[in-house]
């Protein structure tokens, strides 16, 4: 167990300073407790007391959810060997020879983390420490240490100010205090209001202390730039401040139902808050409210922090894209080795018994035969294999730029692509896209989107009647929804539900079915996080469904 290393100081004369206090078995005071509140949100840690160090004790004159244990504590909040005006970090118990067996930290509250700050008086004599803890081990910043070092001096400065309040009832007693003293006292309250105020206003976090009625009693500059505005929200509520800025009070609503929430719960409670600043820009902030209670139990104040955590959501969200192309680069691979062994090696298995061929005929006429039997195989291999590379490059570009089409023209296009096979089939095209003309989307995609789908119901059209072809748009708010329906052969979807979109899948005899350019399709479109689906049954016709997201009306 560790033991107290007594420091280098005049003990008699230290416990006179204390003494001299009338602090100790005193009841708790606001000013305190505040002060280790106000210390556990800097260090964001659970736990944290204020104490004093006589003879044979640490005594607790403030504390935040840290139980009292007496017979330990001493041994814990002992004195260090060390100098009294530097922070003491145990950023892990566990690896410290001093607190390793403590029971403390191998008992409830099982401390892993503690910051103590030597609370010292203007000779230098300790008076106790201003302690922090956590459960778990973590390290702090400069800036939250020297915030703590600040409070620690606070501590000091009210040790002070309560030594010339107890001496100006004394002389007030033998009726010898004058209108000096007291002004000086006054001019002392406005200076640690001064020094409060100067703490909060430079913590680079957003700081707002509320009333028990939900007022503001304080607002930093991080939270409100404007000292106009600072000024103006002193002593009025959100629904006040909203109306002032002109702004919708749906969002002093929220504000009022978690303040009411934390009211009734009486603990802190956490959120995230995301607006678009004046730039444009999306902001997000973590946001907290933490209650302070009075010596009854009420509640006294609520502080509320706010901490711009824009750049974490922002890596969260590349992690994110990062996590969906491996995903897709892992589905690229696994349709990589299906779409060799399915698609590939049939060409290659001809290529292999032409040339054998060829090697073992000396006729001239018989090896241009066998040539000219090559090629088609050679080009059906370059255009397959061309097909897969493209299909990779779709699920690889996640940031491929968009622009507005006009639909009605793009479909032209491939129609004017298909035209011997359109004129071939007869097949009577009806468009509809008055709805929605226009589509924000890669033009690339788009082209090859109809393509796709035009060419499908060609190939699939039905031998028994006239193939019709229906294209047509529609808005539903911020989406498009495309169809391209056919009356052709259609599928059973009962059957090949699961494979409609996978690569190398064909589902009816056709020399040019490959499988590639319904999964083309769908990648080019989930690309750019929208959806398809089919509708279809044999003999039936299908029907193909497109989602375009993000299509925001432009006025």
């Known amino acids: 167990?560790?033991?107290?290393?007594?420091?280098?100081?005049?003990?008699?004369?230290?416990?006179?300073?204390?003494?001299?206090?009338?602090?100790?078995?005193?009841?708790?005071?606001?000013?305190?407790?505040?002060?280790?509140?106000?210390?556990?949100?800097?260090?964001?840690?659970?736990?944290?007391?204020?104490?004093?160090?006589?003879?044979?004790?640490?005594?607790?004159?403030?504390?935040?959810?840290?139980?009292?244990?007496?017979?330990?504590?001493?041994?814990?909040?002992?004195?260090?060997?060390?100098?009294?005006?530097?922070?003491?970090?145990?950023?892990?118990?566990?690896?410290?020879?001093?607190?390793?067996?403590?029971?403390?930290?191998?008992?409830?509250?099982?401390?892993?983390?503690?910051?103590?700050?030597?609370?010292?008086?203007?000779?230098?004599?300790?008076?106790?420490?201003?302690?922090?803890?956590?459960?778990?081990?973590?390290?702090?910043?400069?800036?939250?240490?020297?915030?703590?070092?600040?409070?620690?001096?606070?501590?000091?400065?009210?040790?002070?100010?309560?030594?010339?309040?107890?001496?100006?009832?004394?002389?007030?007693?033998?009726?010898?205090?004058?209108?000096?003293?007291?002004?000086?006292?006054?001019?002392?309250?406005?200076?640690?209001?001064?020094?409060?105020?100067?703490?909060?206003?430079?913590?680079?976090?957003?700081?707002?202390?509320?009333?028990?009625?939900?007022?503001?009693?304080?607002?930093?500059?991080?939270?409100?730039?404007?000292?106009?505005?600072?000024?103006y929200i002193i002593g009025k509520d959100d629904f006040e401040y909203a109306r002032y800025r002109q702004r919708d009070e749906s969002i002093a609503q929220k504000r009022r139902e978690q303040f009411l929430e934390i009211k009734a719960k009486g603990k802190e409670i956490r959120w995230e808050d995301s607006i678009v600043n004046p730039a444009g820009q999306m902001i997000t902030h973590l946001r907290r409210l933490f209650p302070v209670f009075d010596d009854q139990g009420c509640l006294a104040q609520v502080i509320g922090f706010g901490i711009d955590i824009t750049e974490r959501k922002q890596l969260e969200e590349k992690q994110s894209v990062l996590v969906k192309q491996l995903s897709a680069q892992n589905t690229q691979l696994l349709d990589f080795c299906n779409i060799v062994s399915h698609n590939l090696r049939g060409p290659l298995i001809n290529m292999s018994m032409l040339v054998e061929f060829i090697e073992e005929t000396n006729d001239l006429d018989e090896i241009k035969l066998l040539v000219s039997k090559l090629n088609p195989v050679i080009e059906s291999l370059n255009t397959t294999f061309n097909e897969l590379v493209e299909s990779i490059q779709v699920r690889q570009n996640l940031e491929i730029e968009t622009e507005d089409i006009v639909m009605k023209d793009s479909l032209q296009r491939a129609l004017d692509g298909l035209e011997m096979e359109v004129a071939k089939s007869k097949a009577e095209v009806s468009i509809d896209m008055d709805e929605a003309p226009v589509v924000n989307f890669p033009p690339k995609y788009l082209s090859s989107i109809f393509h796709n789908l035009i060419s499908n119901a060609l190939k699939y059209r039905s031998p028994d009647r006239q193939l019709t072809i229906e294209v047509k748009a529609k808005r539903n708010g911020d989406s498009i929804l495309l169809m391209v329906k056919d009356n052709g052969m259609g599928l059973d979807l009962e059957k090949h539900k699961d494979n409609v979109f996978k690569i190398g899948k064909v589902f009816h005899k056709h020399p040019n079915a490959k499988g590639l350019g319904l999964y083309m399709t769908k990648a080019q479109i989930e690309a750019m996080d929208g959806k398809i689906w089919i509708e279809s049954s044999p003999d039936q016709g299908a029907a193909f469904f497109i989602v375009f997201t993000n299509q925001t009306r432009k006025e």
């Open 1 to 231: 167990m560790m033991t107290g290393i007594p420091i280098v100081q005049d003990e008699a004369k230290r416990i006179a300073a204390l003494r001299e206090l009338e602090i100790l078995d005193t009841a708790p005071e606001e000013e305190f407790d505040n002060i280790v509140a106000l210390a556990c949100q800097i260090s964001e840690t659970p736990m944290g007391v204020m104490g004093l160090l006589d003879e044979t004790r640490f005594w607790y004159k403030a504390k935040q959810k840290f139980p009292i244990i007496e017979d330990s504590s001493i041994e814990f909040f002992s004195y260090f060997d060390t100098e009294l005006d530097t922070p003491i970090v145990v950023n892990d118990t566990r690896l410290d020879p001093r607190f390793v067996n403590h029971p403390l930290i191998t008992g409830s509250p099982y401390i892993r983390f503690s910051v103590f700050i030597p609370l010292t008086n203007g000779d230098g004599l300790l008076m106790g420490y201003l302690v922090v803890i956590d459960t778990k081990p973590k390290t702090l910043s400069e800036v939250q240490l020297e915030a703590l070092g600040m409070l620690g001096k606070q501590v000091m400065s009210l040790f002070k100010l309560r030594k010339e309040l107890l001496k100006s009832k004394r002389l007030e007693n033998e009726s010898r205090i004058d209108l000096m003293d007291r002004k000086q006292v006054a001019k002392e309250l406005d200076k640690q209001k001064s020094f409060y105020e100067n703490i909060l206003n430079k913590i680079p976090t957003d700081i707002a202390v509320f009333g028990a009625d939900h007022r503001y009693l304080f607002v930093n500059p991080f939270a409100i730039q404007n000292e106009a505005l600072r000024k």
